[in-house]
């Protein structure tokens, strides 16, 4: 993190953002241990020759929904968001919630078993939740994890065996874009000058 | 009986393909790395679910390089990589992060990094934070 680049709270507005939040509570994440992936070797209509890989590449995505969902979480409740961030943040969950829902269905059209989420403190401790001291850390944090995101779904696609979940892939990786664009805008950063950015 | 003996030289033959294919796969890269390009790449590329010191999606990357696969302490891995017989140099590496499912069929880590420099970098900056680690440790 550059800490030329992380401006005052005050300087990020509701009107920094190109989209508006809910008013929806957020609920606490849900805490159980990560389990591994036993396969059933289910069939899938259009599933290529080896659904178990799949289905692991899709539970590692899931993985990295439920950590999204989690820093998401630790952000609202650390005490440092203004109201106008604090709702957007909590649109931005929402989106994550709902990417790990359709992980979900895919793991399991896939006769995997989706991984689940694990307890908060662990992700607190794993992105580092004790070094964030402001909104702007929480900012600079989430432009991170969404480009990582993005870049991570762009990625992958080659190595899935149904396009059909290529296709999810590419949907999902424009979400976390869609995010990162939004936070670079509320923080006042410029976009990238060159094109094909993410990827 | 002969078909039988016929599938078993057809399947040995393509098992010592694959091993070739990754045998010619892990050359070490012509192009030289810049670690200091490398970790911002890094945070784009990788940071997603790796973090250098802590085990997140994907494993800690403190002492990767020079280290044997599937081996960061605490880490759930995959069937795959446990049995991968690899230890992390460029050659490696290099391999690995061009395709995954290729070296290691069954990884969780389907991320495939396509651009030969951005590999390097990556690579060398991995190196850097594990002889960092290194020196820490003696």
């Given amino acids: 993190m550059h800490s030329q680049q992380i401006l005052s709270k005050e300087k990020v507005s509701r009107r920094g953002f190109m989209g508006r939040g809910t008013t929806a509570t957020l609920s606490v994440a849900g805490l159980s241990v990560l389990s591994g992936g036993a396969f059933s070797m289910a069939s899938r209509k259009g599933a290529k020759e080896d659904p178990a890989a799949d289905a692991g590449l899709i539970n590692t995505a899931l993985s990295l929904e439920h950590e999204g969902i989690a820093a998401y979480q630790i952000a609202a409740e650390s005490g440092f968001l203004d109201d106008a961030v604090l709702q957007v943040g909590i649109l931005f969950q929402s989106h994550h919630k709902g990417h790990r829902d359709e992980l979900i269905k895919s793991v399991r059209e896939l006769g995997g078993i989706p991984v689940e989420a694990k307890s908060i403190g662990e992700y607190a401790t794993a992105l580092g939740a004790d070094q964030l001291k402001s909104q702007a850390d929480i900012l600079q944090l989430a432009i991170g994890l969404e480009l990582g995101a993005a870049n991570a779904y762009l990625g992958v696609i080659p190595s899935l065996n149904d396009q059909e979940y290529g296709h999810l892939f590419a949907r999902l990786a424009a979400d976390e874009a869609m995010h990162w664009t939004a936070l670079k805008g509320a923080v006042g950063e410029a976009l990238p000058q060159n094109a094909l950015y993410f990827g | ?138």
């Fill in chain 2, 1 to 138: 009986m002969i078909l039988t003996i016929l599938c078993a030289a057809a399947l040995a033959g393509a098992a010592a393909e694959d091993r070739q294919q990754i045998a010619v796969m892990q050359e070490t890269p012509a192009i030289e790395g810049d670690a200091g390009r490398g970790e911002a790449l890094y945070q784009r590329r990788c940071g997603a679910c790796h973090s250098i010191d802590q085990n997140r999606v994907g494993p800690m990357h403190r002492n990767t390089y020079g280290s044997k696969a599937g081996s960061v302490e605490n880490f759930a891995y995959s069937k795959a990589l446990d049995e991968l017989d690899v230890v992390w140099n460029e050659a490696s590496l290099d391999a690995w992060l061009q395709n995954p499912s290729a070296m290691a069929p069954g990884t969780r880590m389907g991320f495939r990094l396509t651009d030969e420099q951005e590999r390097a970098d990556i690579i060398a900056y991995l190196r850097t934070v594990s002889e960092q680690g290194e020196a820490e440790t003696n």
